[in-house]
C-alpha cells in the first residue's frame, strides 16, 4: 500500500486525508465523553497517547507511523479538549446531561 503511495506520489495526500479524519473523529468523542462521563477518564486518552507515541517508536512503516503519531498526539490534544468542553457546557453551548450530577 505506502509503495503504492510513495510511487504515485500520494503519500502526503493520504497522510493529509487521514489527518483530517482521525482529528475529525475526535471532536465528537469529546462531546459525547464529557456528556456521559464528565472528565472522569482524561486518564484513558493519555494512555491512548502514551501507547500511540510508544508504537510509532517500533514502527518501521513511515505511512503507519506518521498516522499513529497524528492519532498519539490526537488523544493528548483530547484531554485539554475534554476540560474545555465543561467550560463550554457551563456557557450553555453545548447541553447538559440531566441525568449526570455535576
Known sequence: ???????????????????????????????KVEYYTGTKYWWVFLLLGLVGGIMT??????????LLGVFSFSSFWTIKELFEQVDRVKKGWFPKNPKRKY
Open 1 to 31: 500500500m505506502t509503495d503504492f503511495l510513495q510511487q504515485y506520489h500520494l503519500a502526503g495526500l493520504a497522510i493529509g486525508i487521514c489527518t483530517f479524519l482521525i482529528i475529525g473523529l475526535f471532536h465528537p468523542i469529546v462531546i
Open 57 to 66: 517508536i517500533f514502527i518501521s512503516d513511515i505511512f503507519l507511523s506518521t
